[in-house]
């Protein structure tokens, strides 16, 4: 089973708000993605890390920001949230071989 | 750029039918392949991979073939159960690169 979180799993919070979504893992990989999925399901890059104090956009424009000052650690932030900002947002972690996913956080902004 | 398509779904089986999902795939090289599995309200999980041509993963009951000649992976299970109703995802990935994901194909499984 994959050592990687996502807290918290559920968020209802209000227009305008500013929040962390939280993301750790624990088996030391250097590369961490963060993915919006929609209620189609397809999966949307928003952000990527290649290690300690790199961070990238991804495919998909986002209002979101990251910072990768731990290894372990990839918070996303999004400094006022809106109603298009409702969504689920999966964490992920890699080695060489495979993508290793947290459970997802379900985001509501009313 | 790399590229993986899937077939739309909801795909609706009754128990034990067979299931077949086609995913074929456009990409330079030889990357791997993945088949990822979504269970309701979790993130997504690995179900099985093939990190080059002929090769096949299994898992649970599901296999997929690495066809290059076909660029084509697609997942197979010989009687699916009402507990593998999920959202599955065909992947790729060439070395340490990015996962290229296609866009999900919804299972359900009906007693």
């Known amino acids: 089973e994959a050592d990687i979180y996502q807290t918290p799993r559920y968020l209802v919070i209000g227009t305008g708000k500013k929040i962390t979504l939280e993301c750790s893992q624990t088996?030391?990989?250097?590369?961490m993605y963060w993915y919006q999925q929609d209620p189609g399901m397809e999966l949307h890059l928003i952000h990527y890390?290649?290690?300690?104090?790199?961070?990238e956009k991804g495919d998909l424009s986002s209002e979101s920001t990251v910072s990768r000052i731990r290894t372990e650690h990839f918070p996303l932030t999004l400094e006022s949230a809106r109603p298009s900002h409702t969504s689920q947002y999966l964490c992920?972690?890699?080695?060489?071989?495979?993508?290793?996913f947290g459970p997802g956080t379900r985001l509501t902004v009313t | 750029g790399d590229s993986v398509t899937q077939m739309e779904g909801p795909v609706t089986l009754s128990e034990e039918a067979f299931l077949t999902i086609n995913c074929t795939y456009t990409a330079t090289g030889y990357p791997s392949l993945f088949w990822y599995v979504q269970y309701p309200g979790e993130g997504l999980q690995l179900l099985l991979k093939a990190t080059k041509a002929d090769d096949k993963g299994s898992n649970k009951g599901f296999e997929a073939t690495y066809r290059k000649e076909t660029t084509s992976f697609h997942l197979e299970k010989g009687s699916v159960q009402v507990s593998d109703s999920a959202v599955y995802f065909c992947?790729?990935?060439?070395?340490?690169?990015?996962?290229?994901f296609g866009t999900g194909t919804k299972l359900q499984v009906i007693p």
């Open positions: 992920a972690s890699s080695d060489i071989y495979e993508q290793y």
């Open positions: 890390s290649y290690g300690v104090n790199s961070t």
């Open positions: 088996m030391g990989h250097d590369k």
């Open positions: 992947a790729l990935s060439r070395g340490y690169q990015k996962v290229t």
